[in-house]
């Protein structure tokens, strides 16, 4: 923090020196507060120009990191992710954030391999391919249900196979009948479950991720309506949760694992990556790949932003020597009646200082505002819950916009000065 503090100090101080070197004796603000209440309308309009350009430039690249920090949180749940081999990002797309993919499944005999490890203490088989309306229902056990809750969850939990647990955002209340439909999307089969009918008995807390939208059943109901069994012996038909038969097993396209201890998360990976047989993964190293490519794309952001500055200042520089146009007359009398060349310099790059510094002040309230829209728009989008506050980074883009276009602005101050006097005072 102290060097971001440092970095955005350095990049104001020119700035300051030109501030310090331009007023220095005298007091130009008095006829600048007049001139920029005779000219109000423009002077507004070109601070509202610059704050919306500025503003829109901060948003994005404020919403860029929002968005990592919403997927981040989305996999802290899912510390290893056991399948079989394939594109790691297909399963985690899919265990993760929910989306439907057609996977191969593991068998029973690797599941209980999994879950009797002595490091592992969660072991929740996942089960896709149903819906209700627009939320996934997802068969697993109690035991991630609660894990993935933090445990809080109105109601209570399920305690038997036709019971239901309702994420956070999906519009079914404790109480309420629903039956699930074999599919997703267009393409939903809403009849292939006739008669499947499930009670939702709590609800999880909100948990920021993609599984907001979703409704978590037992695994063995996912089973049990496609024919598939519950997983257990004809002894135990009835139970609910592991331990699981091996033989009976229907298979699961991906195993949620969790380890107290995290030298043992590493272990598992390594012990459960076998050729041809299963491939174990952390959800967060693939996003870390994942981010590299998104790093990439910030850098071409940021040099997007940066050329767009870039445009903004020489629209600001432009637009600097239009308004000095304006009250040319006013400076010419000044000249006239013997004002000092540099007071009259001060009065004009003084004008344009207010109108860059009031245009970038706002264009940060701006930014901060759009950066909240666009997170809004997004956490409704993927159901990932996207925050994106201001960093150091967007006051960095914006002190070095203001140093640019204040040094700038010298340029407008000093060709009035070359202006001829006698024609200003005719216009």
Request: aromatic letters at 8%.
């Amino acid at each position: 923090m102290t060097q971001d503090i440092l970095f955005t100090l350095l990049l104001l101080s020119p700035s300051f020196v030109v501030g310090v070197f331009v007023l220095h004796g005298y007091a130009p603000w008095p006829l600048v507060r007049a001139i920029l209440w005779r000219f109000r309308g423009s002077s507004t309009l070109f601070v509202l120009l610059i704050a919306i350009s500025v503003g829109m430039g901060i948003g994005l690249l404020a919403q860029e990191r929002g968005l990592r920090r919403g997927t981040a949180h989305a996999a802290d749940k899912f510390d290893l992710v056991v399948s079989a081999p394939g594109s790691e990002m297909t399963v985690m797309m899919a265990s993760v954030f929910l989306k439907p993919s057609d996977m191969p499944l593991l068998d029973g005999e690797t599941y209980n391999a999994i879950a009797n490890h002595e490091n592992v203490s969660i072991a929740a088989p996942l089960a896709f391919g149903d819906s209700y309306g627009t939320a996934s229902v997802i068969g697993t056990t109690a035991q991630f249900a609660r894990y993935l809750a933090d445990d809080h969850i109105e109601g209570r939990m399920w305690q038997s196979a036709n019971e239901a647990l309702a994420g956070a955002l999906v519009p079914l209340a404790v109480g309420d009948s629903f039956t699930p439909a074999h599919g997703h999307g267009d393409s939903a089969e809403e009849e292939a479950h006739e008669g499947a009918d499930l009670v939702v008995v709590g609800r999880l807390a909100p948990t920021g991720t993609p599984w907001d939208r979703a409704i978590l059943v037992p695994v063995e109901m996912v089973w049990t309506v496609h024919g598939l069994g519950t997983g257990h012996d004809p002894q135990h038909r009835d139970q609910i949760g592991p331990p699981f038969d091996p033989q009976t097993f229907p298979g699961t396209p991906a195993v949620v694992v969790r380890s107290e201890a995290l030298w043992a998360n590493y272990a598992l990976r390594s012990e459960f990556t076998r050729d041809r047989e299963t491939m174990a993964f952390f959800p967060g190293a693939v996003l870390a790949q994942l981010y590299q490519v998104l790093g990439d794309v910030r850098q071409v952001m940021s040099i997007m932003a940066v050329v767009t500055q870039v445009l903004v200042a020489a629209a600001v520089l432009l637009g600097l020597f239009i308004i000095s146009r304006l009250f040319h007359r006013q400076i010419a009398l000044l000249r006239a009646l013997g004002a000092p060349a540099r007071f009259v310099f001060s009065v004009v790059w003084s004008f344009g200082a207010t109108l860059l510094v009031a245009g970038s002040a706002l264009g940060l309230l701006v930014g901060f505002g759009s950066a909240a829209v666009l997170s809004k728009v997004v956490t409704a989008r993927t159901d990932i819950f996207v925050t994106a506050p201001l960093g150091m980074s967007e006051l960095h883009l914006l002190a070095g916009f203001v140093s640019i276009t204040l040094l700038l602005s010298l340029l407008p101050a000093a060709i009035v000065l070359r202006q001829p006097v006698v024609p200003g005072l005719r216009a």
